[in-house]
């Protein structure tokens, strides 16, 4: 089939990359001129683990332009993925959305046979409504037709999650669904060779097919993401219980997560959730549910205690320091997960932030995105390339970002080297067993009560 993507993100990028792997043609549309140069150059202006093998297999069917009408040309579905950022009122921006609509319907004109325009954005429910109302007053609902398709992609699992997705979602009519069923074919029977740096998990029998209408596929993804942030509250509210009761919050998620009806993921604690998504989409949907004037008295509550549970670790540092005036503390991992070089509303800004509201001399250490975060935080923060330059000397460490690299410290090092061998754990990632001779707190593991007993009647 020919297919059109439009806006190279992460979503457009994994969509279009994937796409013409699987042998469809596909024409990649931004108007970042810098950024299709890039991609006509063989570069990717992103990092995702596989997605450099994948791009190079698929060369010969890709194409990249920054122009609509150029990139638009006889294709039978294209995708519409740019980014839908938030207004400072939570609501989600869709002036890129709609104005992608805009040239595109203009493109669209006068062209024979059946178009399904798929909108991949995160958008508010009934915005596939008010692109068909754009599709129809330009007179072209004989020729096109909308569809939503939801992604589900986590970074850093960008090309495993578009290749081997356990579900495929989309919301239209029927001539839309019998188009995407048969662009996705070989995704939903998993007929393709896989590609070496990514295989195949062996569970990965085949990916469900969903066909709902538009409405119910806009709000599913608000709905998957609001759940799976719910599930990081709830462990983290029951970290905070188990650190005044004495119990082991990583014993009660392994007890609870063995039912198959709550499920094991998500269910680690710590300083929250961050990222590109979860904040976004939690008060994108507090938004939505404003406007319809219904109280999202859950939603809320959950929004609240991640925006609370950051600032936790600077509580218990106070609690083990006192005054952070004038000490040297260190910061492992700005990022708001591994793998990735993203910041956006990383948990690390706001308690570095904190952290120098409150006088203390803060270090800071990221394995990619030291350079990155020059631009974010504030210039009083020390920037350090060497994991040993930020722990010398230091008062604390707190573990922010679980990267690979600070989970194979030793605890003989951390003695070694810092002034008081007092470790945070943000992410509760750290072996505890390991770390005898310091001070290790992590989120909810009962080591601050230990055995003294307990009386709450
Ligand atoms: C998420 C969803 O997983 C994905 O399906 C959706 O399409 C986009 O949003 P992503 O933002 O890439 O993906 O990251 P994810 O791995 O889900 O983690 C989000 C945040 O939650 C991270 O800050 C992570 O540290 C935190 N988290 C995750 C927890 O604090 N505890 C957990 O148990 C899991």
């Given at each position: 089939?020919?297919?059109?993507?439009?806006?190279?993100g992460?979503?457009?990028?994994?969509?279009?990359?994937?796409?013409?792997?699987?042998?469809?043609?596909?024409?990649?549309?931004?108007?970042?001129?810098?950024?299709?140069e890039?991609?006509?150059?063989?570069?990717?202006?992103?990092?995702?683990?596989?997605?450099?093998?994948?791009?190079?297999?698929?060369?010969?069917?890709?194409?990249?332009?920054?122009?609509?009408?150029?990139?638009?040309?006889?294709?039978?579905?294209i995708?519409?993925?740019?980014?839908?950022?938030?207004?400072?009122?939570?609501?989600?921006?869709?002036?890129?959305?709609?104005?992608?609509?805009?040239?595109?319907?203009?493109?669209?004109?006068?062209?024979?046979?059946?178009?399904?325009l798929?909108?991949?954005?995160?958008?508010?429910?009934?915005t596939?409504?008010?692109?068909?109302?754009?599709?129809n007053?330009?007179?072209?609902?004989?020729?096109?037709?909308?569809?939503?398709?939801?992604?589900?992609?986590?970074?850093?699992?960008?090309?495993?999650?578009?290749?081997?997705?356990?579900?495929?979602?989309?919301?239209?009519?029927?001539?839309?669904?019998?188009?995407?069923?048969?662009?996705?074919?070989?995704?939903?029977s998993?007929?393709?060779?896989?590609?070496?740096?990514?295989?195949?998990?062996?569970?990965?029998?085949?990916?469900?097919?969903?066909?709902?209408?538009?409405?119910?596929?806009?709000?599913?993804?608000?709905?998957?993401?609001?759940?799976?942030?719910?599930?990081?509250?709830?462990?983290?509210?029951?970290?905070?219980?188990?650190?005044?009761?004495?119990?082991?919050?990583?014993?009660?998620?392994?007890?609870?997560?063995?039912?198959?009806?709550?499920?094991?993921?998500?269910?680690?604690?710590?300083?929250?959730?961050?990222?590109?998504?979860?904040?976004?989409?939690?008060?994108?949907?507090?938004?939505?549910?404003?406007?319809?004037?219904?109280?999202?008295?859950?939603?809320?509550?959950?929004?609240?205690?991640?925006?609370?549970?950051?600032?936790?670790?600077?509580?218990?540092?106070?609690?083990?320091?006192?005054?952070?005036?004038?000490?040297?503390?260190?910061?492992?991992?700005?990022?708001?997960?591994?793998?990735?070089?993203?910041?956006?509303?990383?948990?690390?800004?706001?308690?570095?932030?904190?952290?120098?509201?409150?006088?203390?001399?803060?270090?800071?250490?990221?394995?990619?995105?030291?350079?990155?975060?020059?631009?974010?935080l504030?210039?009083?923060?020390?920037?350090?390339?060497?994991?040993?330059?930020?722990?010398?000397?230091?008062e604390?460490?707190?573990?922010?970002?679980?990267?690979?690299?600070?989970?194979?410290?030793?605890?003989?090092?951390?003695?070694?080297?810092?002034?008081?061998?007092?470790?945070?754990?943000?992410?509760?990632?750290?072996?505890?067993?390991?770390?005898?001779?310091?001070?290790?707190?992590?989120f909810?593991?009962?080591?601050?009560?230990?055995?003294?007993?307990?009386?709450l009647?």
């Amino acid at each position: 089939m020919k297919v059109a993507v439009i806006g190279t993100g992460y979503v457009g990028l994994a969509t279009g990359i994937s796409l013409a792997f699987l042998g469809h043609q596909v024409n990649c549309i931004d108007i970042a001129a810098g950024k299709i140069e890039l991609l006509r150059q063989g570069k990717l202006p992103i990092f995702e683990p596989g997605l450099e093998e994948l791009f190079h297999k698929a060369k010969p069917n890709l194409h990249f332009s920054t122009s609509y009408r150029e990139g638009l040309v006889d294709s039978d579905v294209i995708f519409l993925a740019v980014g839908t950022p938030a207004n400072v009122d939570g609501s989600p921006n869709l002036k890129y959305l709609f104005s992608a609509v805009d040239e595109t319907i203009a493109c669209l004109r006068n062209r024979e046979g059946l178009t399904v325009l798929v909108n991949k954005s995160t958008v508010p429910v009934g915005t596939a409504d008010q692109i068909l109302e754009r599709v129809n007053s330009a007179s072209l609902h004989s020729s096109v037709t909308i569809a939503s398709n939801p992604e589900f992609l986590s970074q850093g699992r960008v090309v495993s999650d578009t290749l081997y997705p356990e579900r495929i979602v989309v919301g239209g009519n029927e001539r839309a669904i019998h188009v995407l069923q048969e662009l996705y074919a070989p995704i939903i029977s998993q007929t393709f060779i896989s590609p070496e740096q990514t295989p195949r998990p062996e569970t990965t029998k085949g990916a469900t097919f969903i066909s709902v209408d538009t409405r119910s596929a806009e709000l599913a993804k608000y709905a998957a993401n609001a759940f799976l942030a719910m599930k990081i509250s709830f462990i983290n509210e029951m970290a905070n219980v188990c650190d005044r009761v004495g119990a082991d919050v990583t014993k009660v998620a392994m007890v609870i997560g063995k039912d198959p009806r709550i499920g094991s993921s998500f269910l680690q604690a710590g300083i929250g959730y961050g990222g590109s998504c979860f904040p976004k989409d939690t008060r994108a949907l507090q938004f939505i549910a404003d406007t319809i004037d219904y109280d999202f008295k859950l939603l809320s509550a959950v929004i609240e205690v991640n925006n609370n549970q950051k600032y936790r670790i600077i509580e218990k540092l106070r609690e083990e320091i006192g005054t952070l005036y004038g000490k040297k503390i260190a910061v492992l991992g700005l990022t708001f997960k591994p793998g990735t070089d993203d910041l956006r509303e990383a948990p690390s800004i706001p308690i570095v932030n904190a952290l120098l509201s409150e006088g203390a001399e803060v270090y800071v250490h990221d394995p990619i995105a030291i350079d990155t975060a020059r631009a974010i935080l504030p210039r009083t923060v020390h920037f350090k390339h060497q994991l040993s330059d930020v722990l010398l000397d230091a008062e604390a460490a707190l573990l922010i970002t679980e990267w690979p690299e600070y989970l194979n410290l030793k605890a003989e090092h951390l003695i070694s080297v810092m002034r008081r061998p007092l470790f945070i754990d943000g992410r509760n990632a750290l072996n505890a067993g390991t770390m005898n001779g310091i001070e290790y707190i992590g989120f909810g593991l009962g080591d601050r009560i230990g055995s003294k007993p307990l009386h709450l009647v």
